[in-house]
């Protein structure tokens, strides 16, 4: 089976869809999870990321917020912790590429296992140190899912 580790540039896209580019086959990658036919992963640090988004740039109320990270939880299962080794690499690779710690975080976790970093942060895509939602759903290829809202615009449901 393949495994993949998400990061919250493309978890967002799980639920959010105002603005958000490559939303489909971000929920391509959320459906095969679903469906069993990948596994996807996060790491804890995801949580905060994912909560501090949803209250701060898209000023969810707090009882909506704990509902996502709880929906969030209940489909990925529960979130990697990273070790003091991934630690000491995310350093090193926060010093090499000019990386904020946070993203280091996560390229050092998909390092030290062995699997994909899926993410939508260009500075991530542009260094080659993860792949796009695009690239991955084509990679193992998915269908693209569509939207809530694409079908509400198929289907006029949405005024």
Do not use: C
Request: net charge negative; glycine share 4%.
């Amino acid at each position: 089976m393949t495994h993949l580790l998400i990061d919250t540039s493309v978890l967002i896209k799980w639920f959010h869809s105002e603005g958000e580019a490559e939303l489909s086959e971000a929920r391509a990658l959320r459906s095969a999870h679903v469906a069993g036919e990948l596994d996807a992963h996060v790491l804890d640090l995801a949580i905060y990321e994912v909560g501090n988004v949803l209250v701060r740039a898209l000023r969810w109320a707090a009882s909506d917020v704990a509902d996502q990270l709880d929906d969030l939880r209940a489909v990925v299962g529960e979130p990697l912790v990273m070790t003091a080794d991934w630690l000491r690499q995310a350093a090193r690779l926060a010093e090499s590429h000019a990386l904020s710690f946070y993203d280091a975080s996560w390229v050092a976790t998909a390092s030290a296992l062995s699997m994909p970093l899926v993410s939508a942060d260009q500075r991530l895509l542009d260094t080659g140190l993860a792949e796009s939602p695009s690239q991955v759903a084509s990679r193992l290829h998915l269908p693209p899912r569509a939207s809530r809202n694409d079908e509400e615009e198929r289907t006029g449901d949405g005024e």
